[in-house]
Every structure is written in structure tokens, then in C-alpha cells.
């Protein structure tokens, strides 16, 4: 299958829009992995540096909670800045990565790619450095949290709600300062919604 469209999302320094409703559906549109079976191991390449593989494993393990995606770490990633700037993924699986991306708005940054059928193919995740170096956002909570949301994002959850100012919901899908670290059980119950159904195929590598 053909890879289509990139569609990416991140969690944002700055909130311009109003309060948001919380949903019971918090899916990324129809997005999804495909496979053939009800729970499917899916791999997350790690390129991130020796000071955020903490992060990473700890939210690859509770992603893998899930009763239908179980997250496997392959910590043997590059780590060339130049990997780490593309952050492509190989054909059925996750690149989670690390840099200085600059100035730009943003903590972290997930994004898709997707088959002729509208299946994910592969995802990555970008943590930026520019942010974490400095002294606010350079915590455990932060990291944790922002790691957490973008893998999430990876196999197609939303945001359960982006308003700052909203009582938390205890989520790391949850635009909240402080932040959470964690994935709830309304994360989890969204993901046995979206995973719900099988295919006729798998996307994701090995399959």
C-alpha cells in the first residue's frame, strides 16, 4: 500500500481557541491501524537521546495497558541529528525522537501517514528540545505527559479536551499545567472503541 496524506497534531504552548466540550468520543477522526486480530503488537522505534529513554519506556508501558494495542519498544534507534530531524518511521511502526526544532509553538508534534485505505502506516513523534532545555518545562511531569499525548495521537486518539483553564481530567490527552502523566481509563475505553472492529489486513509491521 502507498503511504497518503500526513496529518499531524501536538500539544501547543499557546491555546487561542475558547473552552472546549468534553466528548466521550475523543478518536482522531476514523483513523486507525489496521489488523486481523483483536490485540496487535506495535512497535515504537526510539531515536530519542539517553536523557528522555526513561519517558519513552514509561509511556510505551502504559499505552500497552490497552486490552487491543500493545506497544513494543525498539530501543536500538538512531540517534543522528539527522534522523532525530526527519523522524520518519519505518512501514509499519512508530519513530519517537528528540532535537532542538526551534521556537515554534510547539512541545511535541505527532503525525501520521496513511494507506490507500485510509489505515495508518506509520507514525512518529517529535519532542522539542527547545522547550525542554528550559527551566519550566524541563520537569519529569512534562516530559512524561507530552511523551505520553503524542504516542497517543499515534494510534489515532485526540485530545479529550485543550482548554488550560478546564479542571483536569487526569489524562495526559488533556491540555492541563500542571500536567499529567498518564493515560485514563477514558483514553483506554476510547481505544477499545476504535480498535473494535478487525480488517481485512494489517498495517503495521509484522503482521
Request: aromatic content about 12%; charged content about 15%; hydrophobic content about 35%.
Amino acid at each position: 500500500m502507498t503511504a497518503g496524506v500526513v496529518i499531524a497534531a501536538g500539544l501547543i504552548l499557546t491555546v487561542t481557541f475558547g473552552g472546549a466540550v468534553v466528548s466521550a468520543d475523543h478518536a482522531w477522526g476514523s483513523y486507525h491501524w489496521a489488523r486481523t486480530t483483536h490485540s496487535f503488537d506495535l512497535t515504537v522505534v526510539n531515536s530519542t537521546t539517553d536523557d528522555w529513554d526513561q519517558f519513552v519506556t514509561a509511556a510505551v508501558a502504559d499505552w500497552s495497558q490497552s486490552g487491543v494495542l500493545n506497544m513494543v519498544e525498539d530501543a536500538g534507534g538512531s540517534t543522528s541529528n539527522n534522523i532525530r530531524r526527519q523522524c520518519k518511521a519505518p512501514t509499519g511502526k512508530i519513530r519517537i525522537c528528540n532535537l532542538a526544532y526551534g521556537n515554534n509553538g510547539w512541545l511535541g508534534l505527532a503525525g501520521i501517514s496513511i494507506d490507500s485505505n485510509g489505515h495508518i502506516l506509520t507514525g512518529y513523534t517529535k519532542l522539542n528540545d527547545t522547550y525542554f532545555s528550559s527551566g519550566f518545562y524541563n520537569t519529569p511531569d512534562w516530559k512524561q505527559s507530552v511523551a505520553c499525548q503524542e504516542l497517543g495521537h499515534d494510534v489515532a486518539l485526540e485530545h479529550q479536551d485543550e482548554d488550560f483553564n478546564n479542571t483536569s481530567l487526569f489524562s495526559c490527552m488533556d491540555y492541563q499545567d500542571p500536567p499529567f502523566a498518564w493515560a485514563n481509563a477514558h483514553d483506554f475505553d476510547q481505544l477499545d472503541l476504535i480498535y473494535g472492529h478487525l480488517d481485512s489486513y494489517n498495517s503495521y509491521a509484522g503482521g
